[in-house]
């Protein structure tokens, strides 16, 4: 019975390199991005000389290229260095991975670990770590750049000192430099960074825009060729693909997700061929599991806040409905579950990151005298909402 499953995987009939369409993959061909690889060059050139680059910000939504662009470039810079002997020093740090960012302490303590120096897990105060880096690096002559990817993450667990140390490093280094890159997809965190981090921070500026569908287009068809046998893909299936991530927010992760999705979906039903319909169903598989990922990683807090929308659009028939309404069944929900009520203004906050997530629409509107008040519209699929509604119940013990 399993032997034919098995077989057919086995036998493997559509795919030549499904690393190809993985989100991890580095492509080899990067399109549509070559005026911001060509700044972040420009920026991080004086490295070449020793002499320290501005502090650069790379921001933009979701899956517009900046790891991919910040990686390609600084891979480039360091060949050219090694070519011309110049002691230069690239470290990449990813502060969503939880083991690395959690604290000051593990940062400092990745960082000297690239610098090769072991330092016991927890215990030494933050102050010798920083004495101990920047003794490391001011050993000899040396061009550090440091990259922070996903920055807000780690500013959201540990607060800003981090970046406030790092970019006030320089007036104790005699040897060496040090510029940093920070990344980010949140918008709105530059913006909401102390004024004296933002300014030594982002002494330059590169916003990523998303993709439109051709660039996606463009971007899917390369990957494709390398990822699948020929003639499997049907016409229109990569503009679908495009089509749909392009709707959202521009994001050539999702547009690959979606093409991988479909590819695997009609791999396992044996067939031969992408056809449009496994789009479609590529597409709601994703944002099943995605939704449902949200819903069930959230804290207490936005989880409370997210149920309350799910029943005030429930009690709504799928009408939109305001912020009052959800912090009035908000506070309910806190009662029935034992947990302490935060404010409106912060349920007010919570509300605007499930806007950013997509998982809902709100619209603020005027209501006389000044007063303003905002529109909240659940934005997922509504035959999601039953699962959605029992994995907060049973996670909030309700
Ligand atoms: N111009 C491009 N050409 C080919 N592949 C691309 C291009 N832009 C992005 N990709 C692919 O899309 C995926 C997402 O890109 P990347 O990780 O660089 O996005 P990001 O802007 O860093 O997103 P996030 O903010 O979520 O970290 C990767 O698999 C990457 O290889
Ligand atoms: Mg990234």
Redesign the pocket.
């Known amino acids: 019975m399993l032997d034919e499953i098995f077989e057919n995987f086995v036998k493997n009939t559509i795919f030549k390199n499904k690393k190809a369409v993985?989100?991890?993959?580095?492509?080899e061909?990067?399109?549509?991005?070559e005026k911001e690889i060509n700044q972040i060059a420009s920026v991080l050139a004086p490295s070449l000389r020793l002499e320290k680059p501005s502090n650069l910000f790379l921001y933009?939504?979701?899956?517009?290229?900046?790891?991919?662009?910040i990686r390609y470039v600084t891979n480039q810079l360091l060949e050219k260095a090694k070519e011309n002997n110049v002691n230069l020093k690239v470290i990449y740090i990813n502060c969503k991975l939880k083991k690395v960012a959690d604290t000051e302490y593990r940062i400092l303590a990745e960082l000297l670990e690239y610098l090769g120096r072991k330092v016991p897990a927890t215990g030494l105060p933050t102050d010798s770590l920083y004495k101990m880096f920047t003794e490391i690096i001011n050993e000899k002559e040396m061009m550090l750049i440091l990259i922070l990817?996903?920055i807000d993450q780690a500013v959201d667990k540990i607060g800003d000192s981090l970046l406030y140390n790092l970019t006030r490093l320089d007036s104790s280094l005699t040897n060496s430099q040090i510029s940093v890159v920070g990344?980010?997809?949140r918008l709105t965190f530059v913006d909401a960074l102390d004024p004296r981090i933002r300014s030594s921070l982002s002494e330059e500026e590169i916003l990523?825009h998303p993709?439109n569908a051709l660039?996606l287009q463009d971007?899917l068809r390369?990957?494709a060729k390398e990822a699948f046998k020929d003639s499997i893909i049907d016409e229109g299936v990569l503009e679908k693909c495009s089509a749909y991530a392009a709707q959202e927010h521009g994001?050539?992760?999702r547009?690959?997700d979606l093409l991988r999705v479909a590819g695997e979906l009609v791999e396992r039903d044996s067939k031969k061929k992408v056809t449009l319909d496994y789009v479609d169903i590529a597409e709601s598989k994703i944002e099943k599991d995605r939704v449902l990922d949200i819903v069930k990683s959230q804290p207490k807090q936005f989880q409370l806040t997210f149920l309350s929308i799910v029943e005030n659009s429930k009690k709504n028939n799928g009408q939109s409905f305001h912020t009052g309404d959800v912090f009035e069944r908000y506070s309910y929900l806190c009662t029935a579950s034992k947990v302490k009520e935060i404010t409106q203004r912060r349920i007010s906050d919570i509300i605007g990151e499930f806007d950013m997530l997509g998982l809902i629409t709100t619209k603020v509107i005027s209501r006389g005298r000044g007063g303003k008040t905002r529109e909240i519209k659940l934005a997922i699929n509504p035959n999601l909402l039953e699962k959605v509604e029992n994995i907060l119940k049973e996670n909030l013990n309700l």
Not at 22 to 27: F, G, I, K, R, V
Not at 29 to 33: A, D, G
């Open positions: 993985q989100a991890s993959y580095t492509p061909i990067i399109l549509h991005r933009g939504v979701t899956g517009t290229g900046k790891t991919l662009s990817d996903e990344i980010t997809n990523f993709y660039q971007i390369v990957r994001d050539a992760r547009a690959l």
